[in-house]
């Protein structure tokens, strides 16, 4: 079993729609909860990151944490074209004083007009 | 522009040859790390690097493959007597050098390696 399970999809979904992405882990000793975004044959981008359980809002993305189920998703309000891409969760562990980042496979989403 | 720097950003290399990738971080980052990503897969963590420090490889196949993040100049990622399992796309990521902040690793664009 992988530490951390995401689902490749790929998510179509028309503009303007909610988009809801997960990913699902087993490793309780996951501190730090990442939310990254690759365009196609770029580098991931960080959006966003949360440490503790409960949401965390940044303009049309919300991104959530619930540590008791071990999941986490992130939220994206108004979807827009420009928003189709790759989304990679990422957990870090402490791994002798350094955060090690553990990456889920990726969603890709497409957001058509 | 100070973001993450990698080059080059296409390689092709005949196997059994050797391939170089060079990676200088954000300004004012002192750590690095490397990582590969497959075709549909996600990123794999291959090695973290501080200045003239290896500080964790656990993640770097132990043959071909070797790291190093000199005093002065880039963060060099070599692979020696390549094959085609090698192909893949490298990307570096950097870090403020406060390990708690080791979280916030921001990437390069990557350099896409073609083995033939």
């Known amino acids: 079993q992988k530490e951390v399970e995401q689902d490749p999809g790929p998510l179509s979904v028309p503009e303007g729609a909610i988009v809801s992405l997960n990913c699902t882990y087993s490793n309780s000793a996951f501190q730090y909860f990442m939310w990254y975004r690759q365009y196609s044959r770029k580098g991931p981008e960080l959006l966003m990151y949360?440490?503790?359980?409960g949401n965390k809002e940044d303009g049309r993305f919300t991104a959530q944490v619930d540590k008791s189920s071990k999941y986490i998703s992130l939220f994206i309000r108004d979807s827009q074209p420009s928003d189709s891409a790759t989304y990679l969760c990422a957990m870090s562990v402490d791994s002798g004083g350094y955060n090690k980042l553990i990456f889920g496979a990726g969603t890709r989403l497409a957001v058509h007009p | 522009n100070a973001g993450v720097m990698q080059n080059p950003r296409h390689l092709v290399r005949r196997r059994g040859q050797e391939a170089r990738l060079r990676c200088s971080p954000m300004?004012?980052?002192?750590?690095v790390y490397w990582y590969r990503q497959l075709p549909e897969e996600g990123l794999k963590f291959m090695v973290y690097l501080q200045k003239e420090n290896i500080i964790d490889e656990s993640g770097m196949p132990k043959e071909r493959f070797s790291a190093e993040f000199p005093k002065e100049g880039p963060s060099i990622l070599r692979i020696q007597q390549v094959v085609r399992g090698d192909s893949a796309a490298y990307f570096c990521?950097?870090?403020?050098?406060?390990?708690?902040?080791?979280?916030?690793?921001?990437f390069g664009p990557g350099t896409r390696l073609t083995v033939t």
């Open positions: 990521a950097s870090s403020p050098g406060v390990s708690r902040a080791s979280y916030e690793q921001y």
């Open positions: 300004k004012g980052h002192s750590h």
């Open positions: 949360t440490y503790s359980s």
